[in-house]
């Protein structure tokens, strides 16, 4: 690669094919101004890289290289270190940025970066040893909902200039990053459903089965594998229950054989027939190929790219138990389940009205600042609002009792005025949860 002189370098960095097709996306549709190269930087984040197959690697994935006039590795960049885990000295940085321009021959160019999940490695550290550097962020899923879930330096979330997200809640606006000022970007659906066209094979002729999303919740501690079996299972029987008679189970790429199987042998008992799709693909393109009658999950962006960009019903399952189980508070999962459970119908029990715009907004910016009142400060009022509001005992199951609490918001428990009362308050609090610990 040869060494470039003063012009401009873009740098876009993806982690996922879906991640790549929703890059492919903005430049389609015209997001980003021309530069003299645009590269694409590929990073497997996986436990362990070398099981997994590199996005680079991926089917599908040569249909979108042309967009960019190269492809650099970060894995094979910084190895043996790993991309989640790695995050340079500050000393070093200069240093760092001098290898990288001489490695990938960006010579004395400007840089411009396009990166997703700034809140963490390796985008974070990415941005950190080009600091001189523009930010655009893309948006990963449902997350750009909710609020940013760290705080990021000054130094970097200055430089953000957008947040790009695809349109998948209309009407709501994404909380991410906007304590910078970031401006939030809708990416044309139809510049997205385009991409996935050219990733996709023939279309089905006719309606498809039911398909149900599979999402190894158990690998982030959310729920134990045999919870998650029990999950999937319910998928099955609820599916067969509306009258689906051809199930496809599209599985998680980690996640165990053993409840695949499960799967089929519940299903034959029903007598419905279950396929489990063995390739990795995403949903999207099974959209286009099987023209599946329903799509199940539990919380998704899967389930909300159907919906929004291709008409298809679509049904939830477990989540009211997972926003109970969500720990911390301010895990950055809670919001995308939130917009699950306030939007999609419940499988087993169907006929529950989704919320409103202006009711999902209020109660969005509450659940906001309750996980992150330090850097969303701004959202109190609005917080205070919903949960003093007509809605507050409807939506109760979002907020836990020591969280209002310990923010001083309605619903939450009288706090004692007296310094004295109120560490005694904390020691009896802190008691009592050692005691049920240990049951």
């Known amino acids: 690669m040869s060494t470039t002189g003063?012009?401009?370098?873009?740098?876009?960095?993806?982690?996922?094919l879906y991640g790549a097709a929703t890059l492919a996306a903005t430049l389609d549709s015209g997001c980003f101004r021309p530069a003299g190269r645009r590269l694409l930087l590929v990073s497997t984040n996986a436990a362990v890289p070398e099981t997994t197959t590199p996005l680079d690697a991926m089917p599908g994935f040569e249909r979108l290289r042309g967009r960019f006039d190269g492809v650099l590795d970060w894995n094979g960049t910084i190895e043996p270190l790993h991309p989640g885990g790695w995050t340079p000295r500050p000393d070093d940085l200069p240093l760092l940025q001098r290898h990288l321009r001489r490695l990938w021959g960006l010579g004395t160019d400007r840089i411009e970066l396009v990166v997703e999940s700034l809140q963490v490695a390796p985008a974070l550290t990415i941005a950190q040893l080009f600091p001189d550097a523009s930010i655009d962020v893309y948006a990963d899923g449902l997350m750009s909902y909710g609020p940013t879930r760290n705080k990021i330096d000054p130094l970097v979330g200055e430089r953000v200039r957008r947040l790009l997200h695809l349109d998948l809640v209309p009407g709501l606006t994404p909380l991410l990053l906007a304590e910078f000022g970031a401006v939030p970007e809708a990416v044309p659906a139809e510049a997205f459903t385009k991409v996935v066209e050219e990733l996709s094979g023939p279309v089905a002729a006719e309606e498809g089965p039911a398909l149900l999303l599979g999402q190894y919740l158990a690998a982030l501690s959310l729920l134990t594998p045999a919870e998650e079996g029990e999950l999937h299972l319910r998928m099955v029987r609820g599916a067969v229950a509306r009258g689906h008679r051809r199930l496809v189970f599209k599985p998680?790429?980690?996640?165990?054989?053993?409840?695949?199987?499960?799967?089929?042998?519940?299903?034959?008992?029903?007598?419905?027939?279950?396929?489990?799709?063995?390739?990795?693909?995403?949903?999207?393109?099974?959209?286009?190929?099987?023209?599946?009658?329903?799509?199940?999950?539990?919380?998704?962006?899967?389930?909300?790219?159907?919906?929004?960009?291709?008409?298809?019903?679509?049904?939830?399952?477990?989540t009211r138990p997972l926003l109970a189980r969500l720990s911390p508070y301010q895990n950055s999962n809670r919001v995308p389940v939130l917009l699950a459970d306030a939007l999609v119908p419940d499988l087993e029990r169907p006929g529950r009205e989704p919320l409103g715009l202006p009711e999902l907004t209020g109660l969005v910016a509450a659940v906001g600042f309750a996980m992150q009142p330090r850097i969303r400060p701004d959202l109190?009022?609005?917080?205070?609002?919903h949960l003093s509001g007509?809605?507050?005992?409807?939506?109760?199951?979002?907020?836990?009792?020591?969280r209002l609490t310990s923010l001083g918001l309605p619903g939450g428990l009288p706090v004692p005025r007296h310094p004295g009362l109120r560490r005694l308050a904390r020691r009896a609090l802190r008691l009592k949860r050692q005691a049920l610990g240990g049951r």
């Open 390 to 402: 007509p809605l507050a005992a409807a939506t109760r199951h979002h907020f836990t009792r020591r």
């Open 380 to 385: 109190r009022e609005a917080a205070v609002r």
């Open 6 to 16: 003063t012009g401009t370098t873009q740098i876009f960095y993806a982690s996922t």
């Open 252 to 318: 998680h790429p980690t996640a165990p054989d053993a409840w695949s199987r499960a799967l089929v042998r519940e299903a034959q008992a029903l007598g419905a027939e279950l396929t489990v799709l063995d390739r990795p693909v995403l949903a999207e393109v099974l959209y286009r190929e099987l023209r599946p009658a329903l799509v199940v999950g539990c919380f998704s962006t899967a389930l909300f790219t159907a919906s929004a960009f291709y008409g298809i019903e679509t049904a939830r399952v477990g």
